[in-house]
């Protein structure tokens, strides 16, 4: 069975730095890319970017550049997201979810989500 | 950026009713490569978002027959039909044919 299983909730101070991880299981790690995408309260979900597990090639979406780095651990088969210079508008849940294919891109698994809490 | 734009924004059903939600694209989802990548996702209260359908009409896999999408170019629909009570939450549709990926707004879909 296909898990992934995000770390819990965080609450960080304007400024400061978070890692977030998703620890996958029950399917070949370095076989797929994992997504990231935030979704803040009420509103529409945001991709953020891509990893593949195999090697670490990402893809951001534009909007999330030198805001957001993606990194994978192979050995555990974990991704990770470090979101950076932390502001109110980054308090949101974010997910990871397995892209089936980047050629034919759907998010096929999820994490359970992770809220962020941006406050002093 | 591609705008998803989902109709309605909320929708009332009875149980055992059909309903339909549109989403249309600010520019064409077909693909180079010919395909398009349109999908749906339906977010129950407080959980993740899990996927419906892909490249506009494929059902995934364990996903009931009662859940149909179709359209083409910018203009797609997601048909349910027999609506159950599980069938409640947030509807999403979401490309993959132009970066960066986007998502509507959503459609809250609700008892009457």
């Known amino acids: 069975e296909v898990q992934l299983q995000q770390s819990g909730a965080e609450l960080v101070k304007p400024g400061a730095s978070v890692k977030l991880s998703c620890k996958t299981s029950?399917?070949?790690?370095?076989?797929?890319?994992m997504s990231w995408l935030k979704q803040m309260p009420g509103q529409n979900i945001e991709w953020i970017g891509n990893i593949y597990g195999g090697n670490g090639g990402t893809g951001y979406n534009q909007k999330f550049k030198g805001k957001a780095t993606l990194t994978v651990d192979k050995s555990s088969s974990t991704a990770y997201m470090d979101l950076s210079s932390l502001t109110s508008e980054d308090s949101a849940v974010y997910f990871c979810?397995?892209?089936?294919?980047?050629?034919?891109?759907?998010?096929?698994?999820w994490g359970q989500g992770v809220m962020v809490t941006v406050s002093s | 950026d591609v705008v998803m734009t989902q109709t309605p924004v909320s929708l009332s059903v009875s149980l055992g009713g059909q309903v339909s939600i549109s989403c249309r694209s600010s520019q064409s989802l077909v693909h180079n490569n010919g395909n398009t990548y349109l999908s749906w996702y339906l977010q129950k209260p407080g959980q993740s978002p899990q996927l419906l359908i892909y490249k506009v009409s494929n059902r995934f896999s364990g996903i009931s027959d009662r859940f149909s999408g179709s359209g083409s170019g910018t203009d797609f629909t997601l048909k349910i039909s027999r609506v159950e009570p599980d069938d409640l939450g947030v509807y999403y549709c979401?490309?993959?044919?132009?970066?960066?990926?986007?998502f509507g707004g959503g459609t809250k879909l609700e008892l009457k």
């Open positions: 979401g490309q993959g044919t132009q970066y960066p990926w986007t």
């Open positions: 979810a397995r892209l089936i294919t980047i050629a034919a891109p759907r998010f096929d698994y």
């Open positions: 029950g399917y070949t790690f370095s076989n797929y890319y």
